[in-house]
């Protein structure tokens, strides 16, 4: 089993090939890629070192699934490439993603959809992930209407250089900035850029994503996208709507009894998820939970996750688990 990772030097990537290991996944080859300039340098994947390649030679070298994690453009140039000579790709990039004819795949929901004709699949936008992780369980329960969501996402949703910058900050150094204003002690009320309906785009990959993975076109969401102070885990506080009324001890009965999510809710004892306590987990934390009480048929509830896990390396290699489970690469 020959694996690509593309984009092996960076966060993500990075994350990727700790995942790929503590997994136990079957990699008899690893092929690490990043940029032409880092090709020839080394990585160290299970006690061994290995060098960094080209895209060409990645390609030549004919594995049987590269997991993309180097940005859009990337993926949309090289991603039909790899397709083309028979390897399926799993991309970490938004360029895939709303494609009506790539699938959009988060395993414990929608991976049934998946073939072995699918050579380019998506992974989803981080925050969209572990939200829908969340929710999936209680829409098959109750239906969903409508979801308002507020994210409280961490620096290292923006990479290396946003964390550098936060850190920087901390520190009093004078550095190169990845956000237009301070980080530290502020919240910055923009994630990538905004489109001409106010939003942003991270606010509409939620939008839209939710919808695809849910397969529910009628699940209507408004999103608003915040950078926050914090290293490493998003938050989300989201307010969700159902078709029917709920029993608030049968939800958590729902949230407990589902795969990837743990449920960590006793306010008497301050009992939340909480970033902090997400770190280095692939799980999905919920807590919070209580009714709406200012209309009916509504719940609101705190998702917290880490978002370089199961927001991004966990489930790219979750998905590559599930084609190799079932004989799809």
């Given amino acids: 089993m020959k694996v690509a990772v593309v984009g092996a030097t960076g966060l993500v990537g990075s994350k990727m090939l700790q995942v790929l290991d503590e997994r136990k996944f079957p990699v008899t080859e690893l092929i690490p890629v990043a940029s032409e300039r880092s090709v020839g340098k ?26 993309f994690s180097a940005g859009g453009s990337t993926s949309l140039e090289w991603a039909p490439k790899f397709a083309e000579a028979g390897i399926t790709v799993i991309d970490n990039s938004s360029a895939w993603r709303m494609d009506p004819n790539k699938p959009l795949i988060v395993p414990e929901i929608n991976a049934d959809i998946l073939t072995r004709e699918d050579k380019i699949i998506a992974n989803p936008n981080c925050s969209t992930i572990q939200m829908v992780v969340a929710l999936n369980p ?18 290292t949703g923006t990479g290396v250089k ?61 999103a608003t996208a915040v950078r926050i102070p914090v290293v490493g885990g998003h ?6 709507e159902f078709d029917k009324d709920f029993d608030m001890a049968e939800v958590r009965s729902i949230l407990q ?42 719940l609101n509830l705190w998702i917290v996750s880490d978002n370089l896990r199961k927001g991004a390396a966990t489930n790219a290699v979750q998905i590559a688990e599930y084609l190799v489970d079932r004989g799809l690469v």
């Fill in 257 to 298: 009894a589902s795969a990837g999510v743990v449920v960590v809710d006793d306010p008497a004892n301050q009992q939340y998820p909480m970033p902090m306590a997400a770190h280095n987990t692939d799980e999905v934390f919920v807590g919070r939970l209580r009714r709406d009480e200012s209309q009916p048929n509504t």
């Fill in 42 to 67: 080394e990585v160290e994947f299970k006690g061994r070192k290995y060098k960094i390649v080209s895209m060409t030679d990645a390609i030549a070298a004919r594995p049987a699934v590269a997991i």
């Fill in 162 to 222: 946003a964390v550098t910058q936060l850190l920087n900050e901390r520190q009093g150094i004078a550095g190169e900035q990845a956000y237009k204003y301070p980080i530290d002690l502020n919240v910055i009320p923009q994630i990538d850029v905004f489109l001409d309906n106010g939003y942003t785009k991270e606010e509409m990959k939620m939008v839209k994503e939710t919808c695809k993975i849910m397969r529910d076109d009628s699940i209507r969401v408004t």
């Fill in 138 to 155: 209680l829409y098959k329960r109750y239906g969903i209407k409508r979801i308002v969501v507020s994210t409280y996402q961490s620096v």
């Fill in 235 to 240: 938050s989300e506080s989201v307010n969700v």
